[in-house]
T-cell receptor, first 114, second 116 residues
């Protein structure tokens, strides 16, 4: 079945440590997105990529980094510069052409600080 | 200012009651799209409906219906005869075209509790 796979489901970070969240899609979508969700809040855009080898900062990119070396993959690294990383992280994708395509989401990764 | 406002933080109903989730949006674009997503406890956001700014027809899909009114910038979602499985957080979203990139603005969500 086509879809988006995020791993791991739960992740713990120690102080000063970088951690990487995986996102893989087999929907043949050009565009991929990373969102952060805090309790009782909506989704905030961290980074997005419309095509391989290109990505742009979203609204809250500080302390995060991404890469897009393959169409299927869009990993997110939470660096030690992100002082409040505890949140639920959602990866999404869509065809990326025009503004009428819904985004499809993965199951999310819950990140906590040890 | 919030692009998408979902004023109802949490709603509790008893099974079989009807419930309406409110969504108010703000945009200067003439072409835009509105969406509703459901987030069950598992966490994944499930796409429910998309509506473009030129189509104000209401839509019904089983127990779900959507009322889009441009005059009041609202896109409300009604669940008829609610069921326990409807318990989830529901997000309304607005999509605007930004330099050929469709940026999504999500509301803060409404948590729906349906009690047996």
């Amino acid at each position: 079945d086509g879809g988006i796979t995020q791993s791991p489901k739960y992740l713990f970070r120690k102080e000063g440590q970088n951690v990487t969240l995986s996102c893989e899609q087999n929907l043949n979508h050009d565009a991929m997105y990373w969102y952060r969700q805090d309790p009782g809040q909506g989704l905030r855009l961290i980074y997005y990529s419309q095509i391989v080898n290109d990505f742009q900062k979203g609204d809250i990119a500080e302390g995060y980094s991404v890469s897009r070396e393959k169409k299927e993959s869009f990993p997110l690294t939470v660096t030690s510069a992100q002082k409040n990383p505890t949140a639920f992280y959602l990866c999404a994708s869509n065809e990326g052409r025009g503004s009428n395509q819904p985004q499809h989401f993965g199951d999310g990764t819950r990140l906590s600080i040890l | 200012a919030q692009k998408v406002t979902q004023a109802q933080t949490e709603i509790s109903v008893v099974e079989k009651e009807d419930v309406t989730l409110d969504c108010v949006y703000e945009t200067r674009d003439t072409t835009y799209y509105l969406f509703w997503y459901k987030q069950p406890p598992s966490g994944e956001l499930v796409f429910l409906i998309r509506r473009n700014s030129f189509d104000e027809q209401n839509e019904i899909s089983g127990r779900y219906s959507w009322n889009f009114q441009k005059s009041t910038s609202s896109f409300n979602f009604t669940i008829t005869a609610s069921q326990v499985v409807d318990s989830a957080v529901y997000f309304c979203a607005l999509s605007e075209a930004l330099y050929n990139f469709n940026k999504f603005y999500f509301g803060s969500g409404t948590k729906l509790n349906v009690k047996p």
